[in-house]
């Protein structure tokens, strides 16, 4: 998206040590990237994500959406595993 620049604030992270740093689903960081709602960069192949060191406040209803996908997420893993143990 842009490149850093001198008078900014923060740090360029991985999108997995973002998402667990903001306590944010992986899939909700991706559709954020998609939207372009969100600062990044592409560095060979691999996302970053500019951290500022602060926590925006979401909308409520935003973050329960947002938890909802999450276990959706979960619940697929685990009917994934299980029939992988099945077998």
């Given at each position: 998206m842009q490149d850093i620049s001198d008078k900014e604030k923060g740090a360029w992270l991985p999108l997995?040590?973002?998402?667990?740093?903001?306590?944010?689903?992986?899939?909700?960081?991706?559709?954020?990237?998609?939207?372009?709602?969100?600062?990044f960069q592409l560095r060979e192949g691999k996302y970053f994500i500019y951290d500022d060191g602060s926590f925006p406040l979401e909308d409520p209803q935003k973050v329960i959406s947002d938890l909802k996908e999450q276990v959706a997420d979960l619940k697929t893993l685990v009917q994934v595993l299980e029939s992988k143990q099945r077998a």
């Open positions: 997995l040590e973002y998402a667990v740093t903001k306590g944010m689903s992986l899939s909700t960081l991706r559709r954020r990237i998609k939207a372009n709602k969100i600062q």
